[in-house]
């Protein structure tokens, strides 16, 4: 037995069905009809002609013409464009990454190269006896003391491996009983061996 309040119920849901499904129908339906643009107010502005209309680039061959669409995704995919420099596919990246490694490594190589052949070609060891100079705060120079004894010897410069260091006196302190002054006597320094180039 069907009692009159079930069957209210009954008719109202499927006509709530019902007009769900035909309003999805009309927006499927609506989605596939050409959309025209409402015609905008005029302030006075003309709309140029066909004519008057920029030309539109040429499509490179081999790409597909594609549609201008004026939306706010094509906008903002246009500006991230101009924005983004293209990235590089995986394979790029690394033959730029194993490029400069091996820049790199050519010339740390030939910078080991310079360094070991400076060390494993030293000049010749030459040995005399040549006076340090003293510079103007007193101080004995022994690399320009260095520098003469490889110029004697025929080279260009040298540096100071041995020193050797000796007191000069005047004459005056062999007089007897004469008392000894602080200038009577110097020390004077001498490079005997050194490294030249």
């Avoid at 002609?49 to 939306?71: D, I, K, L, W």
């Avoid at 590089?88 to 091996?102: F, G, V």
């Avoid at 006076?131 to 003469?148: M, S």
Wanted: charged content about 20%; glycine content about 8%; some cysteine.
């Amino acid at each position: 037995m069907v009692r009159p309040g079930n069957l209210t119920i009954r008719s109202r849901t499927t006509a709530a069905t019902t007009v769900a499904a035909l309003s999805m129908l009309m927006i499927t339906s609506h989605a596939g009809w050409p959309q025209t643009a409402a015609p905008q107010a005029s302030l006075g502005l003309q709309e140029p002609s066909p004519q008057q209309a920029a030309p539109q680039p040429p499509v490179p061959q081999g790409e597909p013409a594609r549609p201008e669409n004026p939306g706010l995704i094509n906008e903002m995919g246009k500006l991230f464009d101009k924005m983004v420099p293209p990235l590089k596919s995986p394979s790029e990246t690394i033959d730029d990454l194993n490029t400069r490694a091996n820049d790199a490594a050519k010339e740390a190589v030939k910078d080991a190269g310079n360094a070991l052949s400076r060390l494993a070609k030293p000049g010749p060891m030459v040995s005399g006896r040549v006076i340090c100079p003293v510079v103007a705060n007193g101080t004995p120079d022994c690399k320009l003391g260095a520098d003469r004894l490889c110029q004697s010897k025929g080279y260009q410069e040298g540096k100071s491996l041995n020193t050797d260091s000796a007191q000069s006196c005047s004459a005056k302190v062999l007089i007897p009983g004469r008392v000894r002054k602080p200038d009577d006597c110097h020390t004077d320094n001498y490079v005997t061996t050194a490294l030249c180039q």
